[in-house]
């Protein structure tokens, strides 16, 4: 008995043999398949097991091992599996085995899913306790196969083609109810199947995996295996996944009843603006988002969930699917198949991750990030209150516009990548690292220790800033505010609102592509601002004060100079609003001072104003009509409501936007204040007569309005 299962198990497995030599592991044709599958490292079942009679569950299922696969892993019940399968029972009266060629008769050149309805309960059960190339016999009651077919009814086309008749007969259910049907069955290939939506119209299908993937799956299997506590969740598992900052070059497939609908090879993806720029539709950004780097991956998307969320793709993606998806739809009714399905291969072959240092949607898109190309050390960065030595290189559409880098071109190629140096430098710093505990490394071992590894270097030219100086953009404050020493940035951004530096200078940059390296060589603490003395913020608002209203009276036709000096005031006006000066309980404050030293409060309340004002001219002078007006009415309501200076721009401001009524009873208080002042009397006619000319406008307007109802 036994030596004829064994006999027909032989057979079975050099026929199941030979026809996996000319199949495809994933179900389409070799030329057609883009990636080898992942099968796992190479281990045998310690066990010896072969022959002997196996128990799964409950059910009365019955597994006889032939031959051991050769996989650490084994199918879960979600996953697709490629196998094959022919059954028999035994006649009772003789014993002799009856094929049944027609029922169940799985081959290799096709994929199923653990979970699909044409696969019994109980067979399923028996692939998810199998390793890959691994050859068993299966005996399970005829009772269950009745049951799995009852439950599915006669009428369905999956089984009636495909089990014999015989089966619903109601003697032959008698005879053999609790009689053995057998199956063997060979497990060539699975793949893991991830439901990625709550209602699995996008599944994802894992063909390959990077070594980190494998690594941390075998040491859950280990555990499951050894009965240990449950594996601790990877903290570093989302790193693996591209995020919306990062720039990803991707390789992606469509496929459609195994006809190639497109093919992107090496594409470069910036993921931030790839939907808007149109280069990709959102379930392609969804399929790369769910894509880990050097990990191959299938996605299956059900073709009506794919037409249901690209309705107007015709308009919106012109280049999306050169077949036509409506086409696709009325193919798939013809067809009859109601899980008709559009297959996406992806994988990502590199990855560069950035870092948002603003990002700022409106009409021009303005954002900004980095990436840190050579990481600094120490425990302490810069802040807004340093000063700061650093190199500094500016492309704008690939030009180079400023450069300190002692004209070095490609700086990640010649100042970085230099294998030796870099040797060198960590050698270094184990050395280092063993004489010095990290944990209490103070920065005047920094120091030192920035002055050891670049001592080759050349420094010469080193740009020095202020963090205070606002003549630099706020996207390179920002930067070196997040920069240890001797770190490398590199900065990708859109706007320049101004930079100045010596005789260089840059006004108002939009929708450039705007390229920045930056190397923070060392910064210098400076106590912070609210810590000095009264006399001493005096005395550096004075000084930068002075700094902007040069820079107001040399502006005369260069709006960029003209834009600095409005920087440098309204950051000067932050200083008092945002608490530097008195603290955050200003009143108080104020109150104090003006107590024990009037003469330095009246300067500091006089400068405030003479801040406002100043910066009130710029915005004028610049055309921002309304923040003008908003910054006038400020010193009016809170500081001074008699303020001439003031009142006069913020009149202006309404005569600018046309709020006459308004405009005529300000110039109407400025002529009190300063009744021989022509200007205000030039300024208040002409208001009166634009309110006048208005009115008149409305009422002829009416008289129309009303003549037309007639």
Same mark, same amino acid.
């Given at each position: ?258 006809? $190639?609908? #497109?093919?992107?090879?090496? *594409?470069?993806?910036? !993921? &931030?603006?790839?939907?808007?720029? =149109? %280069?990709?539709? @959102? ?31 015709? $308009?919106? #993606?012109?280049?999306?699917? *050169?077949?036509?998806? !409506? &086409?696709?739809?009325?193919?798939? =009714? %013809?067809?009859? @198949? ?373």
């Amino acid at each position: 008995m036994e030596n004829k299962e064994d006999k027909k198990a032989n057979i079975n497995n050099n026929s199941i043999n030979s026809s996996l030599s000319i199949s495809s592991s994933s179900g389409e044709d070799e030329n057609n398949n883009l990636y080898e599958d992942y099968q796992g490292p190479y281990t045998s079942p310690s066990e010896d097991i072969l022959n002997q009679e196996i128990k799964l569950k409950d059910n009365n299922i019955i597994k006889i091992i032939k031959e051991k696969g050769h996989s650490l892993y084994k199918p879960k019940e979600k996953d697709n599996i490629i196998f094959e399968c022919n059954s028999f029972y035994k006649d009772k009266s003789n014993d002799e085995e009856i094929s049944l060629n027609n029922f169940l008769n799985f081959n290799s050149n096709k994929e199923y899913n653990l979970e699909d309805k044409c696969i019994p309960r109980s067979l399923s059960l028996s692939l998810t306790s199998m390793r890959i190339g691994e050859f068993a016999l299966i005996k399970i009651k005829f009772n269950y196969i009745f049951r799995f077919l009852d439950i599915d009814k006669k009428t369905d086309k999956i089984y009636t083609n495909s089990v014999p008749q015989e089966f619903y007969d109601d003697n032959f259910r008698k005879i053999y109810s609790n009689e053995k049907i057998f199956f063997n069955i060979k497990l060539i290939n699975y793949f893991q199947i991830i439901n990625l939506t709550d209602k699995g119209e996008i599944k994802k299908k894992i063909i390959s995996k990077n070594k980190n993937n494998i690594e941390q799956e075998h040491t859950e299997v280990e555990n499951e295996n050894g009965n240990e506590n449950e594996v601790e969740e990877d903290n570093n598992k989302n790193k693996n996944h591209p995020i919306d900052s990062d720039i990803v070059t991707v390789n992606l497939r469509c496929m459609y009843h195994n006809t $190639e609908i #497109y093919n992107y090879n090496n *594409k470069n993806v910036e !993921l &931030d603006k790839a939907y808007v720029n =149109k %280069e990709l539709f @959102d379930i392609e950004l969804y399929i790369i988002k769910n894509t880990k780097f050097n990990e191959k991956n299938c996605f299956l998307v059900q073709l009506p969930y794919l037409l249901d969320k690209n309705k107007g793709f015709n $308009e919106k #993606y012109p280049s999306f699917l *050169k077949a036509n998806l !409506l &086409d696709l739809s009325s193919e798939k =009714k %013809e067809n009859g @198949d109601e899980n008709d399905i559009v297959v996406f291969y992806c994988d990502i072959v590199n990855v560069d991750h950035y870092e948002y240092v603003y990002k700022y949607k409106n009409n021009n898109d303005i954002y900004s990030k980095s990436k840190t190309l050579f990481p600094g050390f120490g425990l302490a960065t810069s802040d807004n209150e340093m000063f700061v030595k650093f190199k500094l290189q500016i492309k704008i559409d690939n030009i180079i516009k400023f450069n300190s880098f002692n004209n070095i071109e490609n700086i990640e190629k010649d100042y970085i990548s230099n294998e030796k140096y870099i040797n060198e430098m960590i050698k270094w710093r184990e050395e280092m690292n063993e004489k010095f505990d990290i944990k209490y490394l103070d920065q005047e071992i920094d120091y030192i220790k920035s002055e050891k590894i670049f001592q080759n270097l050349n420094f010469e030219g080193l740009l020095t800033l202020d963090m205070n100086d606002y003549s630099y953009p706020s996207v390179i404050r920002q930067v070196l505010n997040s920069m240890k020493r001797n770190e490398i940035k590199y900065v990708k951004c859109s706007y320049i609102d101004y930079l100045k530096i010596n005789d260089f200078e840059l006004y108002d940059i939009k929708n450039k592509n705007i390229e920045i390296y930056m190397h923070l060589y060392d910064f210098r603490e400076m106590p912070l601002f609210g810590k000095y003395s009264y006399e001493d913020k005096l005395s550096i608002i004075q000084n930068y004060k002075q700094i902007a209203d040069n820079c107001f009276k040399n502006s005369k036709n260069n709006e960029g100079v003209l834009y600095r000096a409005m920087k440098i005031y309204n950051k000067l006006k932050h200083r008092f609003s945002g608490g530097d000066v008195f603290g955050y309980d200003r009143e108080e404050a104020e109150k104090y001072l003006k107590k024990i030293n009037t003469d330095l409060y009246n300067k500091l309340f006089n400068l405030r104003i003479n801040l406002y004002n100043n910066l009130c001219v710029t915005l004028m002078k610049l055309n921002k009509i309304n923040n003008c007006y908003s910054i006038s009415k400020q010193v009016l309501d809170l500081f001074d409501n008699k303020n001439v200076k003031a009142l006069y721009l913020n009149g202006k401001s309404c005569l600018l936007m046309k709020y006459y009524s308004d405009a005529i009873d300000i110039f109407k208080r400025l002529k009190e204040i300063q009744p021989d002042n022509e200007e205000i009397e030039k300024d208040l006619k002409e208001a009166e007569e634009k309110y006048n000319s208005d009115i008149s406008g409305q009422k002829n307007l009416y008289k129309k309005m009303f003549r037309g109802n007639n």
